[in-house]
């Protein structure tokens, strides 16, 4: 057993709005966006959620025109403005997994923990999403939970290879790659070789 500290507080065992409002936020492996509202309409409330609001409809003008304005910049910035008016419930999956990592950015954390984000998506769709998460997550520090290591090789700064919960290394991708006990634990097999 172990402890999780954030910015200098233990959040061991805090609950999830209390880690949102302290400035991290996760996605998961399965959407977690409201299938049945439109994709603005999904923004909108994350966005209102970080601004003191709420999840609620209901609140000044001034916060939900805010919201509604960083919904839209978000919808633009990823490409999606068409799908705006749509319920999730009616898009692709990579459409899915897409609004679930604009839903995060719209509550503005200070480090957005990706888990999975490309599992279950064709090349063409991980490649929009991560090129979404590099665009619109420049200004915050990203955590990358992933398997595939061309991805990780391509996107990540630093990579961490885990065995066994155990952290066998910590460095850039191409040290990694050299890095036996690295190649060992993930592939026994060349890293070098995998990417």
């Known amino acids: 057993h172990g402890r999780v500290a954030f910015a200098g507080e233990d959040i061991t065992g805090a609950k999830p709005d209390v880690r949102v ?15 049945e509202l439109s994709v603005r309409e999904n ?9 003191g609001e709420g999840y609620g409809w209901f609140g000044s003008r001034k916060a939900v025109t805010a919201a509604d304005e960083a919904a839209d910049e978000l919808l633009t910035r990823a490409q999606l403005r068409d799908r705006a ?4 419930a009616g898009l692709s ?13 719209a509550m503005r954390p200070r480090v957005l923990l990706l888990d999975e984000p ?3 998506l064709s090349r063409a ?4 999403l991560i090129e979404v998460v590099r665009t619109l997550g420049e200004d915050l520090s990203t955590i990358l939970i992933a398997h595939d290591l061309d991805i990780v090789f ?8 885990l065995d066994l919960g155990r952290l066998i290394a910590c460095d850039t ?3 990694i790659k050299a890095h036996e006990g690295a190649q060992a634990a993930y592939l026994g097999a060349s890293l070098g070789e995998a990417a």
Request: hydrophobic letters at 45%.
């Open 21 to 35: 409002r302290a400035g991290l936020v996760r996605t998961f492996q399965k959407s977690m966006a409201f299938p």
């Open 118 to 120: 490309t599992a279950g």
């Open 173 to 175: 991708p191409d040290a």
């Open 43 to 51: 923004l909108a409330l994350a966005a209102r959620s970080q601004a």
């Open 125 to 128: 769709e991980g490649e929009h």
């Open 154 to 161: 391509r996107v990540c700064d630093r990579v961490a290879v």
């Open 85 to 88: 008016e749509l319920p999730v």
């Open 93 to 105: 999956y990579g459409e899915q997994r897409i609004v679930d990592v604009l839903v995060s950015l």
